[in-house]
């Protein structure tokens, strides 16, 4: 039997990132994560097998040069000198986030000018000049185009201040939480008429934990209740009839009904008794086909279920009601009414082997003799038990400094921990599906 501790809240004190998924790009093809989506941001997706020389498809190429390419997890790491100093300022808002405003002075927009013009003097295609020579800036900005020119100086600017801008964000924010929250057009706009460049960027940051009251974790006590199923010498001696059941074999009866010891297979059905006489609704989560029941552990699948279907033989039919206790573990069903029909389709008898030294050895391998089992069994139960204490200990204290302090949560801690909740559920519903399929 395996001992656990009782569950408890869940703790607010223990803050990892997130995984927030990065901002899709502006384009079909990888750009920088960190900038929000904008329509018809960028108009050249990338084409395979280009076949023309004309100036829009080779913006497409040599655009990707400028695209912003690092990864929010590692901006820090792709800091480039700069020609100036950048303007940010920090505002704190609601939810542990943080806003930058950074301002790009004109000097710092004008070396990236210079640098994507030529790096599309180094790669365009420019009829009347051979590749790689220099191209006079006036037609080699009419052949690309000046919008496709811009767009990638814009890039280029956010790829080389953003790593300086996030440069005190350092340690403080949550993996894949950063965003660009200002639209590309709107840093176009700014870039054309001013030659300078601004946008805001949001961040998560590791939340502040804030005492109520400030000192009222000092001289804290808390009593731990110890579940009643967290007694070694109980689970023991469980663990040692289970593996006592397992040595033996399940002969048919046909001669009696159901009673304590038997094993029996039984389709189970039930469904809602309605106080308005209304049509009666099926609850599937109490249905089963092919149910192999134990009847030593009957009152742990549903209390009273073994003294109802007592005395049913094999291929009779039983009905009973039944009214779901307040203590039910799922919430919809408790105080429910409802009236079970159960099919017994096969009954099974088992014949143990007498327990004693002879079958110490397949009991627990090693052993002789049936007290060295017991024994042996005994010490790793306690060992669990210990460790359940202590974890029923751990929760206990952490509900209750769950319930002392006040912390604001970052949206991207909800959002990763709903993504672990929706996939931990949606891999519970495949292997149902795939275990009804199996069953059928």
Avoid at 214 to 220: F, P, R
Avoid at 263 to 289: F, G, N
Avoid at 409 to 423: H, M, N, V
Wanted: aromatic content about 6%.
């Amino acid at each position: 039997m395996v001992l656990y501790g009782t569950a408890t809240a869940s703790t607010l004190l223990e803050f990892k990132a997130s995984l927030l998924s990065p901002c899709p790009s502006f384009s079909s093809r990888p750009v920088n994560p960190l900038i929000q989506p904008v329509k018809n941001t960028i108009l050249f997706p990338p084409i395979k097998h280009v076949t023309s020389n004309s100036p829009s498809q080779q913006f497409k190429k040599i655009s990707k040069t400028f695209e912003a390419s690092a990864s929010t997890a590692e901006v820090d790491t792709l800091v480039e000198k700069l020609p100036a100093d950048l303007n940010v300022t920090e505002t704190e808002e609601p939810n542990s986030r943080v806003r930058l405003s950074v301002e790009v002075p004109p000097v710092v927009c004008e070396d990236c000018y210079s640098r994507v013009i030529r790096e599309f003097m180094k790669k365009a295609k420019v009829p009347g000049f051979r590749p790689g020579k220099n191209v006079p800036e006036s037609i080699l900005i009419n052949y690309i185009g000046k919008q496709n020119i811009q767009k990638a100086i814009v890039e280029s600017i956010l790829k080389r201040t953003l790593p300086h801008a996030m440069s005190s964000m350092t340690g403080k924010a949550l993996e894949d939480s950063i965003r660009i929250v200002t639209k590309f057009s709107e840093m176009e706009n700014t870039y054309s008429s001013l030659n300078s460049l601004r946008y805001d960027v949001i961040v998560d940051v590791a939340p502040e934990v804030k005492w109520v009251p400030e000192y009222g974790y000092k001289n804290l006590k808390i009593v731990v209740e110890i579940d009643s199923e967290i007694d070694a010498k109980k689970a023991s001696e469980e663990e040692l009839r289970r593996r006592h059941k397992s040595l033996g074999s399940l002969r048919i009866v046909t001669d009696r009904g159901v009673k304590l010891g038997d094993v029996a297979v039984l389709d189970i059905s039930a469904t809602t008794i309605e106080a308005d006489d209304s049509d009666a609704k099926s609850i599937p989560s109490a249905e089963s086909r092919g149910f192999q029941f134990d009847t030593e552990d009957g009152d742990r699948i549903l209390p009273g279920f073994l003294e109802a279907i007592t005395g049913i033989q094999r291929g009779e039919t039983k009905s009973f009601q039944y009214v779901f206790p307040e203590s039910w573990a799922q919430e919809n069903l408790r105080g429910i009414e409802a009236k079970f029909t159960v099919e017994c389709k096969e009954l099974f008898h088992r014949d143990l082997p007498n327990l004693d030294d002879s079958i110490a050895d397949k009991l627990l391998p090693g052993c002789t003799t049936l007290e060295e089992v017991k024994k042996a069994l005994l010490e790793k139960c306690l060992e669990v038990e210990q460790t359940a204490k202590e974890q029923a200990a751990d929760n206990a204290i952490l509900d209750r400094l769950c319930k002392m302090v006040e912390v604001d949560i970052p949206r991207s801690l909800f959002e990763e921990q709903g993504r672990e909740l929706y996939g931990a559920q949606l891999l519970q519903m495949q292997h149902c599906n795939w275990s009804r399929q199996i069953g059928s």
